[in-house]
């Protein structure tokens, strides 16, 4: 496999606005085609780190609700690297949950500080603020992996 070039936080940007207008699918991951929040975020990686990391498991579409895990949660912890809520920039997957005692449920990608890129049923992939009613229900931020902050340094965890 031919390794890939870092991403910078503009590419990355780019790429989840390039997937504006992308109609909700459940568990699709494909530009123009279809997706669903997760999807986004997966489709994003593939374009600067080829093959996913692991396997999608199959899941419901209330499988916070029913399973009540922090499974989106984890798997961010496990392929990105956390970054605090309050020092996420353009770039950046972040978490939302719906309930303060419900588990994480839904991503987006920061695209400012105060927008995200994100798809989301009866809906499509649209880009919209992050106003008081989104950063009340933020529950993590992350950084893909390897991508300079704004002094050069790299969020890679290995470096």
């Excluded at 999807?39 to 593939?46: A, D, I, K, Q, S």
């Amino acid at each position: 496999m031919t390794a890939r070039p870092l991403p910078t936080r503009d590419a990355i940007v780019a790429v989840a606005r390039r997937w504006i207008g992308t109609p909700y699918r459940h568990r699709a991951s494909l530009e123009g085609v279809g997706c669903d929040c997760l999807g986004l975020v997966r489709g994003v990686w593939r374009e600067f780190y080829g093959d996913e990391p692991e396997s999608l498991p199959a899941y419901a579409p209330d499988w916070a609700e029913a399973g009540r895990a922090e499974t989106l949660l984890a798997a961010g912890a496990r392929h990105l690297v956390a970054v605090p809520v309050d020092l996420a920039r353009p770039g950046d997957v972040v978490l939302f949950r719906w309930r303060p005692e419900l588990p994480a449920k839904h991503a987006g990608i920061l695209t400012a500080p105060t927008r995200f890129v994100h798809a989301y049923d009866g809906s499509a992939v649209v880009e919209s603020p992050l106003g008081a009613w989104w950063r009340r229900r933020l529950a993590a931020a992350f950084a893909f992996p390897g991508v300079p902050d704004a002094a050069g340094a790299s969020t890679d965890p290995s470096e």
